[in-house]
Nanobody, 117 residues
């Protein structure tokens, strides 16, 4: 099995920054897509950003220009640099990865991000 471990969440003031990290471990051939999703109570989990193995990125409209997703040289870690944070960014952020050879999707346990006014 593959495990995803998130870190970097916390409490920040509006306008501040956080950097989330996601480390994948276990039976990994290659990682096709890594992404970040977020969820608030009573709402669907929604895509924040994703990055493919070739480096192509997709961002939610609400975070474009403020957040940056990336992958490390080993292709087993992703990060989400979150700048100019707003209270509406408050959520639990989950790492997601699609991993070969079976193209299974994995989720981390989530890390809380809270942005105060």
């Amino acid at each position: 099995q593959v495990q995803l471990a998130e870190s970097g969440g916390g409490l920040v003031q509006a306008g501040g920054s956080l950097r989330l990290s996601c480390a994948a471990s276990g039976s990994i051939d290659s990682i096709n897509i890594m992404g970040w999703y977020r969820q608030v109570p009573g709402k669907q989990r929604e895509l924040v950003a994703r990055i493919t193995s070739s480096g192509a990125t997709v961002y939610a409209d609400s975070v474009t220009g403020r957040f940056t997703i990336g992958r490390d040289n080993a292709k087993n870690t992703a990060f989400l640099q979150m700048n100019s944070l707003k209270p509406e960014d408050t959520a639990v952020y989950y790492c997601n990865a699609v991993i070969a050879p079976h193209w299974n999707t994995y989720w981390g346990q989530g890390t809380q991000v809270t942005v105060s006014s």
